[in-house]
């Protein structure tokens, strides 16, 4: 008897085992396609004729529904798209996502300086202020509902891209109410503002602080010379004050030449200081996006060779490097680390992080400084991405996005030109 307990309990003993181990096992696939389902994106590139994988993530394969044959008739005018089931071991279906089938893209990796001028579509609300009237101080701007970063287009149906626009507008209402078309964010609307009358100049006022302009200094990530395109920074030139992307009515690029350096510290980043060149324009910008700045270019930057443009299913972390200017208008390749790799959709221009390991960038410059954002990243011979963002705490460290995400901009300006 005893014997027979002893194998029952033993029986017993491996079949709660073993019922564990299946219940570990369910979680752990669980948790597997829920990793996959939030962490694979929603889109991938793939080039004509080479194997699409989708390698950083254990355990997924394709589905069924992608066609190698479809794939290999794709070319630049006319990408192949489809729709392609995602799997777990090729069992339990995870997500479907959109693979987008192109032909070889070859860009020049630049790292060349240049200045950015733009007038703005619209202008920018920066500030409210107070007018001292003969009754006592009153804001109309506050009091119709504007609001700091919205960016008044029209006045009275009348288009207004300048501070001169404004008044004007204002000074020949004679204090009637005027009708104000504005953007707040992805929404459009309008408003009734009714002007007053200073007490201090005897003219009519609206209350605004508007800006129309702006200019500073980024880095050329890549260049095509078949279409004479561009793209730059890798993140969106922004209000100073109100961090609003600044909607592009006319851009222009100039040349630059990086005359000094203030080295980056630890909360405190550095930044690369130049001068324009001249006051002739070099080139178009014809979008500024969370991206970037991209438009054509009428000179050529300076630049080596051409490099095909990786993908992000390619990319490992480890060695790679970084072309930028710290002096004169001349790029320079340095070594990096690509420390991580994030394939999340929701933040698009923070695709990796980066630690510069080169002793000469670290010298000259500490790391990562304000100027070096657009500054191209290669890895096996491929461009990868660009420079964003520098880590305040840590001026080795910073950002960088997919060349993937800012090519696709690039590609849907040649769409609907």
């Known amino acids: 008897m005893r014997c027979f307990y002893r194998k029952m309990k033993t029986i017993r003993t491996v079949i ?122 009153r804001n109309p701007a506050k009091e119709a509902g504007v609001q700091t970063g919205d960016i008044i287009v029209k006045m009275n149906d009348t288009p207004v891209s300048s501070n001169d ?63 004479q395109a561009f793209g730059g920074l890798g993140h969106a030139i922004c209000d100073v004050d109100t961090g609003e992307v600044l909607p592009v009515l006319q851009g222009d690029v100039v040349n630059v030449r990086i005359h000094d350096i203030v080295k980056g510290t630890v909360g405190s980043p550095g930044e690369l200081r130049g001068s324009f ?17 991209f438009g054509q270019m009428y000179e050529s930057p300076q630049y080596d060779k051409l490099a095909p443009m990786g993908l992000k ?29 994030n394939l999340l959709e929701n933040s698009p221009t923070k695709n990796m992080v980066i630690r510069i390991s080169d002793p000469r960038l670290l010298e000259l410059c500490g790391g990562i400084v304000q100027g070096m954002s657009g500054s191209p990243i290669l890895q096996n011979g491929k461009l990868i991405g660009a420079v964003t963002h520098v880590f305040v705490n840590d001026p080795t460290r910073g950002y960088a996005i997919f060349a993937e995400n800012m090519y696709q901009n690039v590609a849907e300006l040649r769409t609907h030109s």
């Open 16 to 137: 709660h085992s073993l019922t564990a181990a299946a219940a570990a096992l369910a979680f752990a696939v669980l948790g597997m396609t829920a990793y996959v389902e939030i962490a694979a994106p929603e889109h991938y590139y793939n080039i004509e004729g080479e194997a699409f994988t989708i390698s950083p993530f254990l355990g997924v394969e394709l589905g069924s529904t992608y066609q190698k044959e479809a794939a290999a008739q794709a070319n630049n005018s006319v990408p192949v798209r489809q729709e392609v089931g995602l799997s777990l071991f090729g069992i339990i279906p995870v997500k479907t996502v959109t693979v987008e089938t192109i032909s070889n893209v070859m860009l020049a990796p630049c790292g060349t300086p240049f200045g950015v001028k733009i007038l703005t579509d619209g202008v920018i609300v920066v500030g409210l202020n107070e007018i001292a009237t003969e009754n006592g101080n």
């Open 313 to 341: 299913q390619e990319i490992k972390t480890g060695k790679a490097t970084v072309i930028t200017t710290v002096n004169g208008s001349t790029p320079e390749e340095y070594e990096i680390e690509i420390e991580k790799i």
């Open 277 to 293: 060149v001249s006051k002739e324009s070099c080139g178009t910008i014809l979008l500024n996006n969370e991206s970037g700045v």
């Open 165 to 227: 626009d404004i008044s004007k507008v204002i000074t020949e209402s004679g204090g009637k109410s005027v009708t104000i078309s504005y953007r707040r964010g992805n929404r459009e609307g309008s408003l009734t503002l009714t002007p007053a009358l200073s007490a201090i100049d005897h003219t009519y006022k609206a209350g605004l602080w508007v800006r129309d302009s702006s200019a500073g200094i980024g880095t050329v990530s890549f260049y095509d010379p078949e279409t």
